[in-house]
């Protein structure tokens, strides 16, 4: 009698290893999703020790999730308490615990409804790490062989490294693309050094070459400026004088093209001091309210009772200034305003300056043009005045940008860095 009960123990546990081999090997985690794996887990596990349920949970900081169970249920995202319960025992000790009657052995710590025999076997990391648990339940009474226990081991830990391996792709997925952020940022970066390095040779190249040519054409140029000034002096007749005229005026714009050429091309050295900007603005004004193309045009100047101040050349930030209001001024016809604001921004610890007109709209496609060299919407424009204004913002380490629309006009803004005393 006593061998053949030995030999049906042995046909069982034959069994078990075939049947716990088949399951196993059945088991694949090529699809990539871990619940679906972890649920072929629980399922294997529930059949082969014959028990009600079997669940997995991850466990962190004494509370617990429900990853996968062998019992179809709704999602449950949320976290659990481990403390007092039979799951916080196995994930505490790290060891594993059976409980054969929950209501007779409370003093592991409690179990959920309508459990009456326990399973807990620790999720261990290759590393020895605790990070969750697999636990099976029974609504009966019953005890858990050794050779139940060690096939819960070995599913435990076929669930723990198929659980680490899943975080630790996680880390390196979120590692790679933070990585290919910042290498995109940087690869960004480089280009825009790169397209500055390249802008400031080609304009230490233009310097070079346009002083040589201004220089060639000052001198015969200032010869015809004191010929034709000569002749405007003589009785001429009236076509003679048109015609003298309009020759000054063309001598005179082409001084001009030549001095705003050799200020753009020239390096931007900057005198610097400390700027009041609201008391700048208001010397500008001064002097713009009394130019021909501002008379009979209102420029409205917004400002807080709190003092601004920069630091900058102020000539330099006067000529900026200059620049935008009186291209506004040209924008508008008599009797419209021209605004200007001036803000502070603390968080980005800067000044805007902000001017805005009324007027015809400018075309989306223009806008990027603007500021280019020798691009001019004026029949009469040299192309240099926004492109050299947009050059000493950038020197003072500041932002030019330009909006335009039919609604609320254009709106052009500087941004510059606060002096902070």
């Given at each position: 009698?006593?061998?053949?009960?030995?030999?049906?123990?042995?046909?069982?546990?034959?069994k078990y290893q075939q049947r716990t081999l088949e399951i196993l090997s059945s088991l694949s985690h090529r699809t990539g999703d871990l619940k679906v794996y972890l649920k072929e887990i629980a399922k294997g596990v529930s059949e082969l020790i014959s028990v009600d349920s079997s669940a997995i949970t991850i466990c962190?900081?004494?509370?617990?999730?429900?990853?996968?169970?062998?019992?179809?249920?709704?999602?449950?995202?949320?976290?659990?308490?481990?403390?007092?319960?039979?799951?916080?025992?196995?994930?505490?000790?790290?060891?594993?615990?059976?409980?054969?009657?929950?209501?007779?052995?409370?003093?592991?710590?409690?179990?959920?409804?309508?459990?009456?025999?326990?399973?807990?076997?620790?999720?261990?990391?290759?590393?020895?790490?605790?990070?969750?648990?697999?636990?099976?339940?029974?609504?009966?009474?019953?005890?858990?062989?050794?050779?139940?226990?060690?096939?819960?081991?070995?599913?435990?830990?076929?669930?723990?490294?198929?659980?680490?391996?899943?975080?630790?792709?996680?880390?390196?997925?979120?590692?790679?693309?933070?990585?290919?952020?910042?290498?995109?940022?940087?690869?960004?970066?480089?280009?825009?050094?790169?397209?500055?390095?390249?802008?400031?040779?080609?304009?230490?190249?233009?310097?070079?070459?346009?002083?040589?040519?201004?220089?060639?054409?000052?001198?015969?140029?200032?010869?015809?400026?004191?010929?034709?000034?000569?002749?405007?002096?003589?009785?001429?007749?009236?076509?003679?004088?048109?015609?003298?005229?309009?020759?000054?005026?063309?001598?005179?714009?082409?001084?001009?093209?030549?001095?705003?050429?050799?200020?753009?091309?020239?390096?931007?050295?900057?005198?610097?001091?400390?700027?009041?900007?609201?008391?700048c603005i208001q010397k500008v004004l001064e002097l713009q309210r009394n130019l021909p193309d501002t008379i009979n045009k209102s420029i409205e100047f917004e400002y807080g009772n709190v003092e601004v101040s920069i630091q900058g050349d102020e000539d330099k930030i006067k000529q900026v200034l200059i620049n935008i209001?009186?291209?506004?001024?040209?924008?508008?016809?008599?009797?419209?305003?021209?605004?200007?604001?001036?803000?502070?921004?603390?968080?980005?610890?800067?000044?805007?300056?902000?001017?805005?007109?009324?007027?015809?709209?400018?075309?989306?496609?223009?806008?990027?043009?603007?500021?280019?060299?020798?691009?001019?919407?004026?029949?009469?424009?040299?192309?240099?005045?926004?492109?050299?204004?947009?050059?000493?913002?950038?020197?003072?380490?500041?932002?030019?940008?330009?909006?335009?629309?039919?609604?609320?006009?254009?709106?052009?803004?500087?941004?510059?860095?606060?002096?902070?005393?």
């Amino acid at each position: 009698m006593a061998n053949n009960k030995l030999d049906s123990l042995n046909n069982n546990s034959w069994k078990y290893q075939q049947r716990t081999l088949e399951i196993l090997s059945s088991l694949s985690h090529r699809t990539g999703d871990l619940k679906v794996y972890l649920k072929e887990i629980a399922k294997g596990v529930s059949e082969l020790i014959s028990v009600d349920s079997s669940a997995i949970t991850i466990c962190q900081q004494g509370f617990g999730q429900l990853l996968a169970s062998n019992i179809e249920h709704h999602e449950d995202k949320r976290t659990h308490s481990l403390h007092g319960q039979l799951t916080g025992t196995v994930v505490n000790t790290g060891q594993s615990l059976v409980v054969e009657d929950t209501e007779n052995c409370t003093e592991y710590g409690e179990a959920p409804p309508g459990c009456r025999a326990y399973l807990g076997i620790p999720l261990r990391t290759p590393q020895g790490e605790v990070i969750g648990t697999i636990c099976s339940f029974h609504q009966k009474p019953r005890n858990f062989s050794t050779l139940e226990i060690e096939i819960v081991e070995l599913f435990a830990e076929r669930a723990a490294t198929a659980i680490d391996n899943h975080y630790l792709y996680q880390q390196q997925r979120q590692f790679n693309q933070f990585l290919e952020k910042e290498v995109n940022l940087k690869t960004e970066e480089l280009q825009a050094t790169q397209t500055k390095l390249i802008e400031r040779e080609n304009l230490a190249a233009i310097g070079e070459f346009a002083a040589s040519i201004v220089h060639e054409i000052r001198n015969p140029l200032s010869t015809i400026n004191l010929v034709l000034e000569y002749f405007s002096k003589s009785d001429l007749s009236e076509q003679l004088r048109k015609r003298l005229n309009l020759a000054l005026d063309e001598a005179k714009r082409l001084e001009k093209l030549l001095k705003e050429i050799l200020l753009y091309a020239k390096p931007q050295i900057l005198d610097i001091s400390e700027i009041n900007i609201n008391k700048c603005i208001q010397k500008v004004l001064e002097l713009q309210r009394n130019l021909p193309d501002t008379i009979n045009k209102s420029i409205e100047f917004e400002y807080g009772n709190v003092e601004v101040s920069i630091q900058g050349d102020e000539d330099k930030i006067k000529q900026v200034l200059i620049n935008i209001i009186q291209n506004a001024c040209e924008a508008v016809v008599s009797g419209e305003k021209v605004k200007l604001q001036v803000n502070i921004n603390p968080r980005l610890q800067e000044v805007c300056i902000q001017v805005r007109n009324g007027g015809e709209p400018i075309p989306p496609h223009i806008l990027p043009l603007l500021t280019q060299p020798f691009f001019s919407t004026k029949s009469s424009g040299t192309g240099l005045g926004l492109a050299i204004t947009k050059r000493i913002i950038e020197a003072h380490n500041g932002e030019l940008s330009i909006e335009s629309n039919a609604e609320e006009g254009t709106l052009v803004t500087v941004r510059l860095p606060l002096f902070l005393a």
